[in-house]
């Protein structure tokens, strides 16, 4: 199928399902929300297409005025101007369609499990752990979705060993899907009298959050087990056998949690945290196996892959994958994350693109 015939089967779809929603209607609500939601995902497609197909009518017309040669001179010379304005602006329209129109990732609208840990660098990268986990926090906070802290482990000194959040709300994944990876900082510790610059690390995870329609867990693949709860660490440690650790056989993925005092509470967040790891490792080999053809891949979400530096004394932010630099290291702290997200996903954009056919 061509690309004309591509967005002349998406325009008979949306006139197909507007047509099923006013009549006398869907078998049931259920049904009712599906064509909803596809109708919604499609408008937005369906107007670019009417736009592209518009300005390409419009620029058919013009040059069979430009080459009629009865037509009037002053009129010639509008419709030349009109038809230069079209050919500026008919590409953009395209590419515009096209990104629309890019195979979407099933996990974007998914909400998201948040894993930070000390990673090289003794007390120094344990703060510098809390600061990336804070970062995340307040950029949840501005975009107005639900930061649920699931598990925290302390170093006594401010700083996180490991830390877990849930974060919910619209388009959560999509948004933070490219922070997996090493995040390195350069500064001077705190605990630094000789004032030398010290380089340190903590890893991020970010991994869409499972439901249980995505991931099926049998029993027989589990051994849970219980234990005493111990700090400094949970925010609420206490003195019964209420933390649970549960080890996932066939793969040997293994999720303890300790931050609540009832062991059922403790049990459902482990089995939130492992649901999504074992989504995310399925997602994982796909996304592998699909680009082991690439030459590079921006946000492979490879663990060990050094992705980004925070540098202090010369106030930036440095992007390795895409080579951007940013001077507003206090403002991105803070969580003002847009512009390295928009040029990350831009950059994957751009590189889909480059493999269309």
């Not at 515009?96 to 007390?123: F, S």
């Not at 219980?226 to 925010?235: E, M």
């Not at 202090?312 to 403002?331: M, P, Q, S, Y």
């Amino acid at each position: 199928m061509n690309l004309d015939e591509n967005l002349n089967r998406l325009l008979a779809r949306h006139q197909e399902l507007e047509a099923l929603m006013s009549s006398a209607g869907p078998p049931s609500a259920a049904a009712f929300a599906k064509l909803s939601k596809e109708y919604a995902d499609l408008t937005p497609v369906v107007g670019a297409i009417i736009a592209l197909n518009k300005a390409k009518d419009e620029a058919l017309d013009l040059a069979t005025m430009i080459a009629d040669g009865d037509s009037d001179a002053e009129m010639k010379a509008i419709a030349e101007q009109e038809f230069a304005q079209l050919n500026q602006t008919i590409p953009g329209l395209e590419k515009q369609l096209q990104v629309m129109l890019l195979p979407q990732d099933a996990a974007d609208a998914k909400n998201a499990i948040l894993e930070v840990r000390a990673g090289t660098g003794g007390d120094e990268a344990g703060l510098f752990a809390a600061d990336l986990f804070r970062m995340y926090q307040r950029y949840a906070d501005s975009m107005k979705w639900k930061f649920e802290l699931m598990s925290l482990s302390e170093t006594g000194i401010g700083g996180y060993k490991e830390a877990f959040a849930a974060i919910s709300g619209r388009g959560v994944f999509a948004r933070l899907k490219f922070e997996s990876g090493v995040h390195r900082v350069q500064r001077v510790p705190a605990t630094e009298s000789g004032g030398r610059i010290h380089t340190s690390a903590a890893t991020v995870a970010v991994m869409p959050e499972a439901e249980e329609v995505d991931i099926k867990i049998e029993d027989k693949d589990l051994r849970i087990d219980v234990f005493r709860a111990s700090g400094p660490g949970g925010q609420s440690v206490n003195t019964t056998d209420s933390a649970i650790r549960i080890t996932h056989l066939p793969t040997g993925i293994v999720v303890s949690q300790q931050d609540e005092k009832s062991q059922h509470k403790n049990k459902a967040k482990a089995l939130r945290v492992l649901r999504s790891r074992l989504y995310d490792a399925e997602r994982r080999k796909v996304d592998d196996e699909r680009a082991a053809h690439r030459k590079s891949q921006v946000g492979s979400g490879d663990r060990s892959e050094r992705i980004r530096t925070y540098n202090f004394a010369e106030h930036r932010v440095t992007d390795h994958r895409i080579n951007l630099t940013l001077h507003k290291l206090d403002g991105i702290l803070n969580g003002d994350l847009d512009d390295l997200i928009d040029a990350l996903s831009a950059d994957d954009q751009a590189r889909r693109l480059a493999e269309l056919p």
